[in-house]
């Protein structure tokens, strides 16, 4: 695999864990196999050729070596926060202004070229790299679709694109908020899961939601019965 292709993405610091941050800047200045798996990554988000096809055997064999390093217990953590952060704000770039029916479109397009290319290479390069070994506890695969889930969906007004007149919710579309929504970053709902639901729904039918979610319908109804306004009254 040609090295050379393109620049050395730089190691920024993590926000949560400072002293991780600079051990990964000091170990991966000095190591050119984690340049390369960063190269790699940036470039399917890119769509930039690195020169030929990925050689994943490669790849697997140089993160196997970093897990051999004092970087090993970050790779997870630099992983979610910097390179999917990245990756993921390269992709919302094509579909930042749209709106309506035409934001759909885009992101359909988005979600068809992540789910379908970028997303198994990113499982097959990280594999050696398990749930265990991440400091959220989260596989490849979910970090990276809570990444989406958050950084693009959840970031532009899908929400709104669904509730507008003459919006239809193509099959892919609906595909994708399901696969989000299949994916939980805890045991119980965060407010993101749940916001995501009320997209889903917007979109699918019929959706059941969780209890949670019924449970926070209910209480917001029994806020805004006349019962309740005359007590409070």
């Not at 390093?69 to 990245?86: D, M, N, S």
């Not at 709106?99 to 992101?107: N, S, V, Y």
């Not at 399901?178 to 407010?191: A, G, I, M």
Request: charged share 20%.
């Amino acid at each position: 695999m040609d090295s050379t292709v393109s620049t050395p993405v730089p190691v920024a610091t993590l926000s949560h864990a400072p002293s991780s941050a600079r051990l990964m800047e000091t170990q991966s200045s000095r190591n050119e196999d984690w340049n390369i798996v960063q190269r790699v990554v940036m470039s399917l988000f890119q769509q930039k050729s690195i020169g030929g096809p990925i050689d994943f055997h490669e790849l697997n064999q140089k993160l196997l070596s970093l897990m051999k390093t004092e970087i090993a217990p970050f790779l997870g953590a630099y992983y979610q926060e910097q390179l999917l952060k990245r990756g993921m704000i390269v992709m919302r770039e094509v579909v930042r202004e749209e709106t309506g029916q035409a934001l759909l479109d885009r992101l359909e397009t988005v979600w068809k070229r992540f789910f379908g290319s970028i997303l198994p290479s990113l499982q097959m390069i990280f594999f050696p790299l398990t749930s265990s070994q991440t400091s959220s506890g989260m596989s490849i695969r979910n970090m990276s679709l809570i990444s989406f889930r958050d950084i693009i969906v959840m970031k532009m007004p899908v929400h709104e694109a669904l509730q507008a007149p003459g919006v239809v919710a193509s099959p892919v579309i609906q595909q994708m908020l399901l696969v989000l929504w299949s994916v939980r970053e805890k045991d119980h709902p965060t407010e993101t899961y749940l916001r995501l639901e009320d997209i889903v729904a917007c979109a699918v039918t019929p959706f059941l939601r969780t209890a949670y979610t019924l449970k926070r319908l209910q209480d917001d109804r029994a806020r805004r019965s006349p019962k309740t306004e005359k007590a409070a009254a």
